[in-house]
Structures are given as structure tokens and as C-alpha cells.
């Protein structure tokens, strides 16, 4: 079956600072890799997928993961975080040749400091 | 969001009553998921639906049932409420092609 670790509970940075969220996998055959965020007594919204190809993968509001194969890790990466950045975050991984189902880390609360 | 809609939005129910959640899409797409949430875990998956009348359990499906009569509504039922079931709770779709999913906008389910 299909896991995600997201280690961190909460990430705290610096407005202007790079943003870095962790998560690492386990699936039995080859990954499809998900980001999502959700803000307060919000649904999650989506914010970028690997599925095949380059491994940088880019996707809304500046974000960017990078796949790792050999560590089986998806790192959820900003440049430059702002304020309004500031929710909670899933990595998410479903088995390509699998059962369909999503699995979900426990999230990560991510705090921007003004 | 695609076309996805939960009802009710919240609810608050007695213990040991029965409770069905609607989840009702717009764009025919073939598989459906309920998710709870609760802080710590996560999102958590209960049941899917690959189609009409063909469901599976996910991780956390006991006290859960579901049922789909028809492509476009998906039903949770929670055969007798408890106050561990008080929680958030997401249905999602699977789109075709890309395999993006996308979530409802959540009910908020309290059980007292």
C-alpha cells in the first residue's frame, strides 16, 4: 500500500525567505506525486503533480517539488515565501499502476512571519 | 471546482442516528472518493467508487457504508453515529487524462 511522510508538523519562515515543505513516499511500483494546500475552513486546492517526464515540476503561485526517485522524495520548494503562503500543506502519492486510491501525509501547517 | 458539490455543509447530530453526506458531480467522471480529516492524520480515505454500484474500503471504513446509484451522486452514510466521527469531510473526483483530483468543498460533521 501507498504512504506519505511529511515530517514536520509546522514550518515557520521568514516573509522573503525560501519555503521548503518535505515529504517522502512508499509506494510498490512507480509514483504519481501531488502538492495541495488548503487554507482556513477551506477545501484543499491543487497545486502541482508529477506524473511523468522532468523531474522539477512547476506549478501555482510560484511553487516548484522536485521528484527524487533514489529518495523517494517530492520537496515542496517557494523562492521567495509570502504571508498570504501562510496554510496548511499535503503531499499526496498514488500508485501509477495501482488501485486508484490517494494516500495523504498528515500535512504541514506552514507559518510565514511578516 | 469541476463541478463537485457536498451537502449538507455542516451538521450536527446526536449520537446513534444515522447520517448520509451527498456528494454530487456534474462531469461524469468515473471515480468518486470519501475522505475524512482530522488534525494529526490528515486526510484518511473511507470509500471510493470506481463506477455505478462498484465501490471498495478504504483505510478507515468502519461504521462507514456508501452507495452509488447513479455517475453523478455519491452517498456516505454513517450507519450509527459516534463522537469519533466528528470531522471534516472531503469527497473528491478523479478526472481523466491527467489524473488530477479534485476535492468538494467539505462537510463539517459533529457528533454530540
Known amino acids: 500500500a501507498q504512504s506519505v511522510a511529511q515530517p514536520e508538523d509546522q514550518v515557520n519562515v521568514a516573509e522573503g525567505n525560501p519555503l521548503t515543505v518535505k515529504c517522502t513516499y512508499s509506494?510498490?511500483?512507480?509514483?504519481?506525486l501531488f502538492w495541495y494546500v488548503q487554507y482556513p475552513n477551506r477545501g484543499l486546492q491543487f497545486l502541482l503533480k508529477?506524473?511523468?517526464?522532468?523531474?522539477l515540476v512547476k506549478g501555482s503561485y510560484g511553487f516548484e517539488a522536485e521528484f527524487n526517485k533514489s529518495q523517494t522524495s517530492f520537496h515542496l520548494k517557494k523562492p521567495s515565501a509570502l504571508v498570504s503562503d501562510s496554510a496548511l500543506y499535503f503531499c499526496?502519492?498514488?500508485?501509477?499502476?495501482?488501485?486508484?486510491?490517494?494516500?495523504f501525509g498528515k500535512g504541514n501547517q506552514v507559518v510565514v512571519i511578516p | 471546482d469541476a463541478g463537485i458539490t457536498q451537502s449538507p455543509r455542516h451538521k450536527v447530530t446526536e449520537t446513534g442516528t444515522p447520517v448520509t453526506l451527498r456528494c454530487h458531480q456534474t462531469?461524469?467522471?468515473?471515480?468518486m472518493y470519501w475522505y475524512r480529516q482530522d488534525p494529526g492524520h490528515g486526510l484518511r480515505l473511507i470509500h471510493y467508487?470506481?463506477?455505478?454500484?462498484?465501490?471498495d474500503k478504504g483505510e478507515v471504513s468502519d461504521g462507514y457504508s456508501v452507495s452509488r446509484s447513479k455517475t453523478e451522486d455519491f452517498l456516505l452514510t454513517l450507519e450509527s453515529a459516534t463522537s469519533s466521527q466528528t470531522s471534516v469531510y472531503f469527497c473528491?473526483?478523479?478526472?481523466?487524462?491527467?489524473?488530477?483530483?479534485?476535492f468538494g468543498s467539505g462537510t463539517r460533521l459533529t457528533v454530540v
Open positions: 462531469e461524469n467522471h468515473r471515480y
Open positions: 499526496a502519492v498514488r500508485e501509477k499502476d495501482g488501485n486508484n486510491r490517494l494516500a
Open positions: 509506494v510498490s511500483g512507480n509514483p504519481y
Open positions: 473528491a473526483i478523479r478526472e481523466e487524462g491527467p489524473y488530477g483530483y479534485t
Open positions: 467508487s470506481y463506477g455505478v454500484k462498484d465501490t
Open positions: 508529477y506524473i511523468t517526464g522532468d523531474n
